[in-house]
């Protein structure tokens, strides 16, 4: 980032990275032309970049991949988390190359463009990734101009008058609007997704309230053996129940759980009452812990990536875990009858939760993404094998 306090565009810079503090971070871009405001964060996995980009729980953020070659298997559609990416951007260190991988449908730029998002390359994203470290993940916006012209003064003053994550509800803005029946399973190579796997009506039925699901949830909920219905975040007890759920599953989701919880966590709370098993992920395990009465914090500078280690208390075992999220359970706010099951061991944060007078369970992580590559898939049996 040595042109990083450039105040004009440097000589073939087509893209831009301006921080609400004014620093210009120049590169070229690629994908969409245009310009996207929201919160820089970073991304450690290796692997899985389109479905970083669709995953809901990115809205609102533009993510740093902090490995050097992003974009050179492609893109195609059964890696998409959502039906269209959530992230505002990407920023990446090597140009995008033609796509190396026989999955490939489409040029990685190109799905760029298709749908809107803005990449930037040629970033020192090392450096960029140490600044996040050590100053908090900052506000700021992302730009590209094939022409190489901005307007420098209005960029900064968009990125300096975002006024961040804390206190937004992003949920409402990813989830659902209506109902819908999930019914498809886990993909495998040569067969794609098992489709029409959760349609057995004597299986036991699971209400999903979509804050922002992946849809490989979804589909790791029907592998385990359930039916799944999805609802919206703003679906009430009512809307819920008269589903008539053998259980409800907390779905993962973008934004400040504090904000989301106005509407969710009284929902919840009645849910809990019915003594119905309940499992949560992500934000849902977030709601599920302020339902219990404790609190959330922002974290400085958030988990992000594929490579998070988490102990399992119970018995010492380390899961290596998928993890997205820049909020977290405050663990020393934890009230009576809710113990802790799981902490990072990155920074001793509480990873997951468990009532101990009723069947409700909640973890951080992401288990459906596989980064162990199943380290964790037991969450979703366990979560079944309750429902009876």
């Known amino acids: 980032m040595a042109n990083a306090t450039a105040t004009s565009t440097p000589e ?20 969409a ?26 809205a609102g953020q533009i993510i740093t991949f902090t490995f050097p070659h992003i974009g050179n298997v492609g893109t195609n559609a059964e890696d998409e ?15 995008v190359t033609d796509p190396s991988n026989f999955r490939s449908s489409q040029h990685y730029d190109q799905w760029l463009k298709v749908n809107g998002r803005i990449g930037l390359s040629g970033v020192d994203t090392r450096a960029l990734t140490r600044l996040i470290r050590l100053q908090g993940a900052p506000n700021g916006v992302i730009a590209h101009s094939a ?42 190579l040569g ?11 004597v299986r036991p039925h699971v209400v999903a309230i979509d804050y922002g ?27 819920v129940m008269r589903h008539e759920p053998d259980g409800i599953f907390l779905a993962n989701g973008p934004g400040d759980p504090a904000a989301t919880g106005e ?17 949560g992920i992500c934000l849902g395990h977030q709601m599920l812990g302020l339902a219990m009465g404790a609190k959330t914090v922002k974290m400085h500078q958030g988990h992000r990536g594929a490579n998070h ?30 113990k802790a099951t799981h902490v990072s061991l990155f920074d001793g944060s509480l990873c997951g939760l468990e009532l101990e007078d009723r069947p409700a369970f909640s973890v951080q992580y992401h288990p459906e993404a596989s980064p162990g590559p199943q380290d964790s898939a037991y969450l979703f049996a366990k979560f079944v094998d309750q429902l009876g």
């Open 12 to 31: 073939g810079a087509t893209g831009v990275l301006v921080l609400a503090d004014g620093t210009c971070i120049w590169g070229s871009g690629f994908g």
């Open 33 to 58: 032309e245009g310009e996207a405001v929201g919160e820089v964060c970073f991304n450690t996995a290796m692997t899985g970049y389109q479905e970083s980009m669709t995953d809901p729980s990115y």
């Open 81 to 95: 988390e959502a039906g269209n990416p959530h992230a505002l951007g990407c920023i990446v260190r090597e140009d």
């Open 147 to 188: 022409s190489g012209e901005f307007d420098l003064d209005a960029l900064k003053a968009k990125a300096a008058d975002w006024p961040g994550l804390e206190g937004m509800d992003l949920a409402k803005t990813v989830s659902t609007t209506q109902q819908y029946e999930w019914r498809d399973g886990l993909w495998t």
């Open 191 to 201: 067969q794609g997704y098992a489709e029409g796997q959760g349609d057995d009506p």
């Open 213 to 239: 699901a992946k849809r490989n949830i979804l589909r790791h909920l029907v592998n385990a053996g359930a039916r799944v219905t999805v609802v919206p975040g703003e679906a009430s007890y009512e809307d």
């Open 263 to 279: 509407y969710a966590v009284p929902v919840i709370k009645q849910l809990l009452d019915t003594g119905k098993p309940l499992f």
């Open 309 to 338: 280690p988490v102990k399992r208390l119970e018995d010492g075992r380390v899961e290596i875990t998928s993890m997205n999220h820049g909020f977290a359970v405050d663990i020393d706010t934890l009230p009576d009858g809710v």
